[in-house]
């Protein structure tokens, strides 16, 4: 079965880091183009950032809100994806995704998420 | 950067047609995709490059993209259809973006 499944949320102060993890299973994790999404409470969807495959030059691209904040890695011997989110602000409060395009070049392949309050 | 502009709502009596609209310049020379989204859930991709459907998504919801709008339309309307809808393109200057998303109440 293919599963992508988040952890590492909670509280933070604000200024603080966290780093939120996202183990993949059922494909070929080494492969996909790997991308995080949030949702600040009641809000819709954003876009926070994306790395490529290594074969694929394993490049990241980020969202103007996170960019020299946020890091997004993977260890594709884990089959794990990671964000590092560092400076953390209130406004990077959110349930937190990670996501792939598995199959169809969108977001087909969606992780249950992760609450990330940052709140003194 | 790119925007793509949803109805905050929209409202469908069961078994009707509902259309939920997303307006972007040009939006019809970009491959647009659809979201459904119930409270507490992920999303799940209900429409992919205008108007395919991934594996499991039922025959009545479709999508269009022309000009500067795109629209999900979902026919013969269920109660389960209830949910958020979001619309989402790829954009050389603004990478992934996605639509403010649609209420769709079933009434």
């Known amino acids: 079965e293919v599963q992508l499944v988040e952890s590492g949320g909670g509280l933070v102060k604000p200024g603080g880091s966290l780093r939120l993890s996202c183990a993949a299973s059922?494909?070929?994790?080494?492969?996909?183009?790997m991308s995080w999404v949030r949702q600040a409470p009641g809000k819709g969807l954003e876009w926070v950032g994306r790395?490529?495959?290594?074969?694929?030059?394993?490049?990241?691209d980020y969202a103007a809100p996170v960019k020299g904040r946020f890091t997004i890695s993977r260890d594709d011997s884990k089959n794990t994806l990671y964000l590092q989110m560092n400076s953390l602000k209130t406004e990077d409060t959110a349930v937190y995704y990670c996501?792939?395009?598995?199959?169809?070049?969108?977001?087909?392949?969606w992780g249950q998420g992760t609450m990330v309050t940052v709140s003194s | 950067s790119y925007v793509l502009t949803q109805p905050p709502s929209v409202s469908v009596a069961p078994g009707k047609t509902a259309r939920i609209t997303c307006g972007g310049n040009?939006?019809?020379?970009?491959?647009v995709h659809w979201y459904q989204q119930k409270p507490g859930q992920a999303p799940v991709l209900v429409i992919y490059?205008?108007?395919d459907r991934p594996s499991g998504i039922p025959e009545r919801f479709s999508g269009s993209n022309s000009g500067n709008t795109a629209t999900l339309t979902i026919s013969r309307v269920e109660a389960g259809d209830e949910a958020d809808y979001y619309c989402?393109?790829?954009?050389?200057?603004?990478?992934?973006?996605f639509g403010g998303g649609t209420k769709l109440t079933v009434l």
């Open positions: 996501t792939t395009e598995l199959t169809t070049h969108a977001f087909d392949i």
């Open positions: 040009n939006i019809g020379s970009k491959s």
């Open positions: 490059y205008d108007s």
């Open positions: 059922g494909f070929t994790f080494s492969n996909a183009w």
């Open positions: 989402q393109v790829w954009d050389s200057s603004s990478d992934w973006v």
């Open positions: 790395i490529k495959s290594k074969t694929d030059g394993g490049t990241t």
